[in-house]
């Protein structure tokens, strides 16, 4: 396993589309991450999953954005009629509650454009 | 509420040693993890600090200090691959190591 991948790399979408990004985490990792960074900035956590249970999801931007992790295995973040302002990198990161330090491993990010 | 703090920009020379900062305000403690992160690129993990006191892992050092809200990591012998940003961040809750991130401290080395 090469760890964390996501797709697409790259979107652009016009304002008010839906976009879907996928995430496949590391495969004996039972705990997937979804996080948004914007130039310059750290990280801001959305949504976290243990197996398929969504345990976290009160920090989601708005109603529009959704995620998913149907069978425990990959997971989607959905978002919503798009604005300018989802402009972003939409990190995913696995972990496994096995590690001592939980340490999240992360993949190299979606990047979304919205025009 | 979280709040990480952490310089913005810091600029050092190749071979030196550098200390970056982090301060936090946070509702729980459970860890502090600093990540490195090159531009366009995934953070990656560098190290985790539960305990009060210094974790040496070759040419990185990270220390944490519960009681003071406080931790630096410590980067010697720099080299040019070392330009990036350095991210640190508190694990505040019980479960789920959510990383609650500062907003980065972007280091440039120069020859």
């Known amino acids: 396993d090469t760890g964390v991948s996501q797709d697409p790399r790259h979107k652009i979408t016009k304002r008010g589309q839906n976009v879907t990004f996928r995430c496949d985490p590391i495969?004996?990792?039972?705990?997937l991450y979804w996080y948004r960074q914007t130039l310059g900035q750290g990280p801001e956590f959305l949504t976290y999953?243990?197996?398929?249970?969504?345990?976290?999801k009160s920090r989601l931007l708005s109603d529009r954005f959704s995620a998913e992790r149907p069978k425990g295995s990959f997971s989607t973040l959905e978002i919503q009629r798009t604005e300018q302002g989802d402009s972003a990198m939409y990190l995913c990161?696995?972990?496994?509650?096995?590690?001592?330090?939980?340490?999240?491993?992360f993949g190299e990010g979606s990047r979304l454009t919205v025009l | 509420g979280q709040n990480i703090d952490q310089p913005t920009e810091m600029t050092a020379t190749e071979g030196a040693i550098v200390q970056i900062n982090c301060t936090y305000q946070?509702?729980?403690?459970?860890?502090l993890f600093w990540y490195q992160q090159h531009a366009g690129e995934a953070p990656t993990f560098l190290s985790y600090?539960?305990?009060?006191g210094l974790e040496e892992k070759g040419r990185f050092s990270s220390f944490l200090s519960r009681s003071k809200g406080y931790s630096y990591l410590l980067l010697k012998e720099l080299q040019m691959k070392d330009s990036a940003s350095y991210l640190c961040?508190?694990?505040?809750?019980?479960?789920?190591?959510?990383?609650?991130f500062g907003g980065g401290t972007r280091l440039m080395v120069k020859p």
């Open positions: 961040a508190v694990d505040s809750r019980n479960a789920g190591n959510m990383l609650t």
């Open positions: 495969s004996e990792h039972n705990r």
């Open positions: 946070t509702s729980g403690f459970n860890g």
């Open positions: 990161a696995s972990s496994s509650t096995t590690r001592d330090t939980g340490e999240l491993f």
């Open positions: 999953f243990q197996n398929e249970a969504q345990l976290e």
């Open positions: 600090n539960v305990l009060d």
